[in-house]
């Protein structure tokens, strides 16, 4: 009979080592100071440049000239 899933060894989970406390220090450090802040310089930036090509084609708000 074959031995069932939960049987058989778990390679995958032996075979990598848990991080350590220095590289989830560095993991953090790169997502806070790097990616986030260059992350939500492109959103910000994305949505003020969606805003723009739209008030380029319909105009500024206000209310309607007459």
Excluded: C, K, N, T
């Excluded at 930036?45 to 008030?55: A, D, I, N």
Aim: aromatic share 10%.
């Amino acid at each position: 009979m074959a031995p069932s899933i939960s049987e058989e060894p778990d390679v995958a989970r032996s075979a990598v080592p848990p991080p350590s406390r220095r590289e989830e220090l560095v993991a953090f450090i790169v997502l806070a100071i790097i990616i986030w802040p260059i992350l939500a310089v492109g959103v910000v930036g994305g949505y003020g440049f969606l805003v723009w090509m739209f008030q380029l084609i319909y105009g500024p708000p206000g209310p309607p000239a007459h």
